[in-house]
């Protein structure tokens, strides 16, 4: 077993979202033990392994906490890069912006180009939401999102109060708008946005509830029949529900919420047992605050639209299970 100095163990114990730099020397043992691994070929930025949270574990069990490190502030990036780490710590999604990202070029937003997203991935400061599988895989130029270094790098580089992403999931519902019918050429019409098609009171209270807990970019509907889907996303009405053959399996839902970066991101969702209960298995840190039956949802919802300290309550709780199931980015 690996013994840890004070130095690395105050190293290890300092660390942010398993984030860890300090002196070059005292990294280049922690890496040599395989305690670590390096993220940033030249800002000193590192991961803890599972055998750097081994050590640190057995190391506090002996010694109690490390001494506390004096805060390292990391090597400021040129000026694109840096612009884009910043831009993204102001966006509720974290979103480091390229032309192609979604609706920013369309929308006149900051938008930044392909080197400049290329460097701040391979810094470690951001990266890209990965599907079951798909761990190892390389950059290939999708969406990039900040990473606790990069929300780090945000805090101590740009003095902004950015922490992990706030992602409220919403249960769909039976009543929606009419099917939108054909056109003259025999072709289905568009559908709705999604946010737009379930007309039901109580959607709808899950709904004002989610709006006023976080960003409508983070607010996903948990369909039966589609899995977890945008405000935006175009659909057409459906009759399925949990459990019917055509309902969205368990796999389907998996690979979604890897989409969506659920692992990175504080997650409460608004519903009945059914979906949590086909939601958990892919986000184990999931909240689910209401209780009773749709009347006491409804009036739950209520509290949460009008008070502050009912959603930084729910809040708070959804943080300290993010913490219990992934501590090492606790």
């Known amino acids: 077993m690996i013994t840890l100095s004070p130095t690395g163990a105050r190293i290890l114990d300092s660390n942010n979202d398993g984030v860890v730099s300090g002196h070059a020397a005292a990294m280049a043992r922690l890496e040599a033990d395989g305690l670590v691994v390096r993220h940033d070929r030249d800002g000193g930025t590192h991961w803890m392994t599972e055998d750097g949270w081994t050590a640190l574990d057995t190391w506090r069990q002996k010694n109690g906490r490390a001494p506390a490190?004096?805060?390292?502030i990391p090597r400021r990036?040129?000026?694109?890069?840096?612009?884009?780490?910043?831009?993204?710590?102001?966006?509720?999604?974290?979103?480091?912006?390229?032309?192609?990202?979604?609706?920013?070029?369309?929308?006149?937003?900051?938008?930044?180009?392909?080197?400049?997203?290329?460097?701040?991935?391979?810094?470690g400061y951001a990266d890209f939401w990965r599907r079951p599988g798909e761990e190892n895989?390389?950059?290939?130029?999708?969406?990039?999102?900040?990473?606790?270094?990069g929300r780090e790098y945000a805090r101590l580089r740009g003095s902004i109060d950015v922490h992990r992403r706030r992602v409220v999931i919403i249960a769909c519902g039976s009543e929606k708008?009419?099917?939108?019918?054909?056109?003259?050429?025999?072709?289905?019409?568009?559908?709705?946005?999604?946010?737009?098609?379930?007309?039901?009171?109580?959607?709808?209270?899950?709904?004002?509830?989610?709006?006023?807990?976080?960003?409508?970019?983070?607010?996903r509907i948990a369909s039966a029949l589609h899995g977890l889907v945008d405000l935006k996303r175009p659909l057409l009405p459906y009759d399925v529900t949990i459990g019917d053959e055509r309902a969205v399996t368990a796999e389907r839902v998996a690979r979604h919420a890897a989409e969506l970066g659920t692992d990175?991101?504080?997650?409460?969702?608004?519903?009945?047992?059914?979906?949590?209960?086909?939601?958990?298995?892919?986000?184990?840190?999931?909240?689910?605050?209401?209780?009773?039956?749709?009347?006491?949802?409804r009036g739950l919802c209520k509290q949460a639209r009008e008070d502050a300290a009912v959603r930084d309550a729910w809040w708070k709780e959804a943080a300290e299970l993010h913490a219990e199931h992934h501590p090492a980015r606790a």
Request: proline content about 10%.
């Open 69 to 72: 490190a004096p805060v390292t």
């Open 77 to 123: 990036l040129p000026k694109a890069q840096h612009d884009a780490i910043l831009t993204a710590a102001g966006r509720p999604d974290q979103l480091v912006p390229g032309r192609d990202d979604g609706d920013v070029f369309a929308a006149g937003e900051t938008w930044f180009r392909g080197p400049t997203l290329r460097a701040v991935h391979a810094a």
């Open 137 to 149: 895989a390389p950059y290939t130029g999708r969406s990039l999102y900040l990473t606790p270094a």
């Open 177 to 219: 708008l009419p099917h939108p019918g054909r056109n003259e050429y025999g072709n289905l019409n568009a559908g709705y946005p999604a946010g737009e098609l379930y007309t039901g009171q109580y959607h709808r209270s899950l709904r004002l509830a989610a709006d006023a807990l976080t960003a409508p970019s983070l607010i």
């Open 264 to 297: 990175d991101a504080d997650v409460i969702f608004l519903g009945g047992q059914e979906y949590a209960a086909l939601l958990r298995p892919a986000i184990p840190h999931l909240l689910t605050p209401l209780a009773g039956g749709m009347g006491e949802h």
